[in-house]
């Protein structure tokens, strides 16, 4: 196996891990709707997700473990399309917001800071900014 193909497949398995953690959210209320199916089906292509890998996760999209990146501007990067598939279920304040918490800590954002963390930035998609926008609101959050 050469290097290349060393970081390719790690580099595959943190985009399933971090689709599965968004089918995850899709799924609390145990349906997805077409409008997250649209997402989804938009985020596996970014995310170089096949269409077998695609199949295979929505139906086992628990066993995937949620892998922090190291990078904060990468967890932020998760955490809007995380915020963006709640947003889409208009569930704000329900089941799906907790689940977004916990996934944030599986993140790596401070349990003391995941409510005011999931609240602005479940606030700042419902005002529809763009990824560039909310990476840098969020990082000026506390100025």
């Given at each position: 196996m050469s290097f290349s193909d060393l970081f390719d497949?790690?580099?595959?398995?943190?985009?399933?891990?971090?689709?599965?953690a968004i089918v995850r959210v899709a799924m609390d209320d145990g349906v997805i709707s077409e409008?997250?199916?649209?997402?989804?089906?938009?985020?596996?292509?970014?995310?170089?997700?096949?269409?077998?890998?695609y199949k295979i996760i929505l139906q086992d999209y628990k066993?995937?473990?949620?892998?922090?990146p190291h990078d904060y501007e990468r967890r932020l990067e998760r955490l809007y399309d995380l915020a963006r598939m709640v947003y889409v279920d208009h569930i704000k304040g329900d089941n799906e917001e907790i689940l977004l918490r916990k996934i944030s800590i599986g993140l790596g954002f401070h349990p003391e800071n995941v409510k005011y963390v999931v609240d602005k930035a479940l606030t700042l998609v419902s005002n529809g900014v763009d990824l560039d926008t909310f990476i840098e609101e969020m990082k000026n959050m506390n100025k």
């Open positions: 497949s790690g580099f595959k398995k943190r985009n399933e891990d971090h689709f599965a409008e997250e199916k649209a997402f989804l089906d938009r985020l596996a292509r970014n995310l170089d997700i096949s269409e077998g890998d066993s995937h473990p949620i892998n922090p």
